[in-house]
């Protein structure tokens, strides 16, 4: 019998449930930290950013208007889909990872981070919401919303958890998003867009971008058809201000880079407050 | 037989004006370099000098808030609480002064200031004044903790109570403040200075700086302070988000709307042609969650028109200090020459104008109240928010054709719905994108009730324990 020879995958981008190469032709080579080649990925353009915010937009409609509890089960089937390739997400983190059991740690984490935020579609709005005791004779109650379509700059490290942190609390509450992944270890980025193709999650909801974030993220930012940008994986604090200063032209709500949050504060971060009124009286 | 109302004016004499007014800084009233005029819009009649805060008379202010920072975020939560009660009190001990003042700085109709305005004024600091110590149980997460000095600038459409939205939850929330009216409507928050000094609030906790775009900017800027809360035109809104980029500020802002009021067919017609005046003729549509757009189902549209039209010839235009008055006058030349412009528009690409029939006074800013019909999407009268008294119509046919339109606009503050039938509220709401909507109501508040708006409405909100967020910080978990 003849020694298998492996068979490679092309490392595409993820836009609206399918697995494009950049529209610009270009990749761009995904080394170890050792200089090791590993890939080449897509690297990502305008254009892919604006076809990413195109396909998060249309699906974001339907996928805000789930139930929470269908939200939470598919949040919940990633979770499912991710355990199943958790050694080649364990083989794509550890080439950045301090050792191999610091990889297994993340994986297991990321798996974990699913879940807990699957766990909070239901309750966001019993949290965050309030009925409200008007002086006046009317019902008067606060809903939380999704916000609509959120741009995400993933931080650079860890790769993998700080992906899942960053696009489960834009999600679960009926956000779709367009996120750029680690740049220089995007591989597990890319292996989390064929786990959501595979996990009832409608195409568009994620995007995951692969290339340049001082390159594409600009584009994002300035986006009127985005309505919010999370900063904080942003290492370069010029580059954070500019995108900052950029997002304000149509007033994203913005995450700043360096913000620590716990995760209901992630959530809420883009969400929005609808107050309704209605008189009382026979 | 005639229903003439009789004229019957409040009386002035309960507010003592003095000829000219300093800043409130760190507890007193300091003189500044240079001084501009304030004016009553209904007769144009100067009312006292107000000074204009230089960019070093705002540093003056922050470094005396960050002092006060100090004590005032250390007190405990129930002295805090004591000091907003008792502004709240004083205020409803003045209420009619505070009334009257509003009134005539800002042309409102007495009756909206003395019934609206200061109440409600006294009730949110009441309700935040409860908060001070119970912020752990706010749900807002572990340990909630001020975040500084607060800058706040404030509009001039309900000077007053846009002063107690931004004052009442920082305060409770142990932060101090630098708050800058209105150019055209200082009054209200000198008066409030000299009730902050009545009720012994140690000084520095808030301090007013007077002025005009320049003072804001300062304000903005200054780098010591840690939050921004602003509530005006999104055009201002836009500088202050590109202002502090980069920066720690945290920042809320509370900006223009272009709200959709609209009419079902199964609508309770009476009710929802009063739901229309109130929407866009209260405090002369200087509002903005007003309803500016009335999206009135084709079928019932001539009826609705019609009843629209015979209400508003009995809407009572004139003097604000008469308690019969139902609109008064424009808020300053500046905002006539504004809606003017944008009525004329209106007509120049095509739409119809239609005033109703009234008396103006010759001296002062006025503008009729008005309907244009015939509109399409893409006017600037459907587009642009007027912030006057002017009433874009449109139609539609089916409830999705409602929901497209009304969210056809950058803005989301505000939406109405007027049907009797409930299903179709609670989809129409959820399908609103507006921060609040009024079903079967229009323009109401409450200091329990949050309020602010999506897209490039702003964000954050103001009312009830949602409106302590934008003034505290939580540990992270």
Sequence with gaps: MSEHIEVRRTAKLFIGGAFPRSESGRTYEVTSPEGKFIANAAQGSRKDARDAVTAARAIQPKWAGATAYNRGQILYRIAEMMEGRRAQFIDEVAPWAKSAKKAEAEVDEAIDRWIWFAGWSDKIAMVVGSSNPVAGPFFNFSVPESTGVVAAIAPGRPSLLGLVDTIAPIIVSGNTTVVIASQDAPMAAVTLGEVLATSDLPGGVINILTGSYAEIAPWLASHMDVNAIDLSGVDDKKIAAELEKASAENLKRCLRPGTELDGLARIKNWLELKTVWHPRGF | ?477
């Design chain 2, 1 to 477: 037989m005639s229903f003439e109302y009789a004229p019957a004016p409040e009386s002035t004499s309960i507010v003592k004006l003095k000829p000219a007014y300093g800043l409130f800084i760190n507890g007193v009233f300091v003189d500044g370099e240079k001084t501009f005029s304030t004016i009553n819009p209904a007769t144009e009649a100067h009312l006292a000098d107000v000074t204009e805060a230089s960019a070093a008379d705002v540093d003056r202010a922050v470094r005396a808030a960050r002092v006060a920072f100090g004590s005032w975020s250390k007190m405990r939560g129930a002295d805090r609480a004591k000091y907003l009660y008792r502004i709240a009190r004083i205020i409803q001990e003045r209420s009619r002064e505070l009334a009257v003042l509003e009134s005539m700085n800002n042309g409102k109709p007495i009756r909206e200031s003395r019934d609206v305005d200061v109440p409600l004024v006294a009730a949110h600091f009441f309700h935040y004044a409860g908060w001070a110590d119970k912020l752990d149980y706010a749900g807002l997460g572990a340990n909630p903790q001020p975040l500084g000095v607060a800058g706040q600038i404030i509009p001039w459409n309900f000077p007053l109570m846009m002063l107690a939205w931004k004052i009442a939850p920082a305060l409770a929330a142990g932060n101090t403040v630098v708050l800058k009216p209105a150019e055209t409507t200082p009054l209200t928050a000198l008066l409030f200075a000299e009730i902050c000094q009545q009720a012994d609030l140690p000084a520095g906790v808030v301090n007013i700086v007077t002025g005009a775009g320049e003072t804001g900017r300062a304000l903005v800027n200054h780098p010591d302070i840690n939050k921004v809360a602003f509530t005006g035109s999104t055009e201002v809104g836009r500088y202050i988000a590109q202002a502090v980029a980069g920066t720690n500020k945290k920042v809320t802002l509370e900006l223009g709307g272009k709200a959709a009021n609209i009419v079902f067919d199964d609508a309770a017609i009476d009710q929802a042609i009063e739901g229309i005046v109130n929407g866009i003729f209260f405090n002369q549509g200087h509002v903005c969650c007003a309803g500016s757009r009335l999206l009135v189902q084709e079928s019932i549209a001539e009826t609705v028109l019609g009843l629209l039209y015979e209400r508003m010839k009995n809407l009572r235009i004139g003097d604000p200090m008469d308690k019969n008055t139902d609109v008064g006058a424009i808020n300053s030349a500046a905002q006539l020459a504004k809606i003017r412009e944008l009525s004329d528009a209106g007509e120049a690409e095509g739409a119809d104008r239609w005033s109703a029939p009234c008396t103006l006074p010759e001296k002062g800013f006025w503008f009729p109240p008005t309907v244009f019909t015939n509109v399409s999407q893409v006017h600037r009268i459907a587009r642009e928010e007027v912030f006057g008294p002017v009433l874009s119509v449109l139609t539609f046919r089916t409830p999705d054709e409602a929901v497209e339109k009304a969210n056809n606009s950058p803005y989301g503050l505000s939406a109405g719905i007027w049907t009797e039938k409930g299903s179709r509220i609670l989809e129409m709401s959820s399908r609103l994108r507006a921060g609040v909507i009024w079903a079967n109501t229009f323009n109401k508040f409450d200091a329990t009730s949050p309020f602010g708006g999506y897209k490039e409405s702003g964000y954050g909100r103001e009312g009830g324990r949602q409106g302590l967020e934008p003034y505290l910080k939580v540990a992270s978990k």
